[in-house]
């Protein structure tokens, strides 16, 4: 198959872009990397989130909320196709708040990030403790829990069985997908680029580069400066319990098969994949400050991810303007984008150009003027 498309990176991101393409008939060809390479779409927390999202980029607001409107009917259509349960659920999501200025810190950003973007009706409540333990009645909250943000429109889902399936996904509208496949080097031929790698070469128009960290040296063959940096994410895993958590909250939810997934720390570690008992430690003490009954959970497993960060934590999303045709994807919320890079983003790659909704994300934000 000569592909119309290729697209290099077989994360969340580049999975879902190379969905919504195969998805618009054409013909994909999906590139993933070796078993070494820093893998973020597989250290997931698995939060569909909106809420507190944006500050400082109104249009990464719009962005978030525009991937969230479109989640229902994208997981729908998923699971139709691949047979797959993505276990979404979007019934919202809390934000716990600890002591009185916890509770008002929380709502003073909120309303910030609300004046910042519109005048519509917020999607998210303060609700104070006695409202909380009515959304929570199984669970004994810690007497420094002073209420909530309770976000409407957040909600979560399986990361992983969200990633099998957009894989699935591609076979079955026609592209195909190799692992093992990095790609060394990127070349202008014609007007066509040719993709070397270890085995052979390929050739396409067209090219997506999502392929996380690994997207710095691709990039930079096509005239795309793009500047990255790791964030490692710990995440701890209990043993299972009956279903007491209805709705996730940011850095704790309980999945569908009873875990209870607690993170994520933010830490500075360079490309360090380590897992310390540090984090362990603090995670395990915030867990059991909210809800002390976890103070007897077992942690059956402890993991590290590396964060696909931008100097303002906000995504690229850009087309060469040396090499036009080549474009690039990255983000570090995959799993909460996925419906708008499946629709929106993968939509526009066909058209060949990115549309002014784009403008804000190109990687040219962060181009200082040299010093005279
Ligand atoms: C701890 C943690 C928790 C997170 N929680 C959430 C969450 O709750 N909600 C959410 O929305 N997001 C979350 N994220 C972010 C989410 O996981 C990432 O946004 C997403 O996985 C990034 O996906 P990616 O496809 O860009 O990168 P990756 O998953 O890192 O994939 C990049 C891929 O590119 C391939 N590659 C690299 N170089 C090459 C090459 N030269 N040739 C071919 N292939 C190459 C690699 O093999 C790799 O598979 C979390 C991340 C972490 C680390």
Redesign the pocket.
Known sequence: MRPDIIV???????AAIGYGLARLKQRVML????DG?????Q???????LQGKGIGLPAYQGLTSASVDLWREFAGEIEALCGADLAYENNGGIVFCMGEDGFENRRAQLLRLHNQWSGAEPDWEMIDRSALEKLLPKARLGKSVSGASFGRRDGHANPLRLLMALHEGIIRHGGAMRSH???RRIERSGTDFRLLLDDGELVAPRIVI?????SVA?ASQVGLDVPLRPQR?Q?LVTERFEPFMPLPASGLRQTGEGTVMI??TQEEAGFDLSTTSDAASRLSRKTVEIMPDMAGAKLVRQWA????MTPDSYPIYAQSATHPGAFVA????????AAFHARELARSVVDGALPDFFTPFHQRRFDVPKAA
Do not use: E, P
């Not at 590139?31 to 070796?34: A, K, W």
């Not at 390479?37 to 779409?41: C, E, F, N, Q, T």
């Not at 999502?210 to 690994?214: C, E």
């Open positions: 290099i990176g077989g994360g969340t991101v580049g590139l993933d990397g070796g390479d820093y893998r973020a779409a250290a997931n927390f698995g939060l569909v989130w496949a990095t790609v999502a392929a996380g960290l690994g691709l994410g995440v993170g994520a991810g590396l964060r696909v990255l983000c570090h919320s995959g799993v909460t984008l």
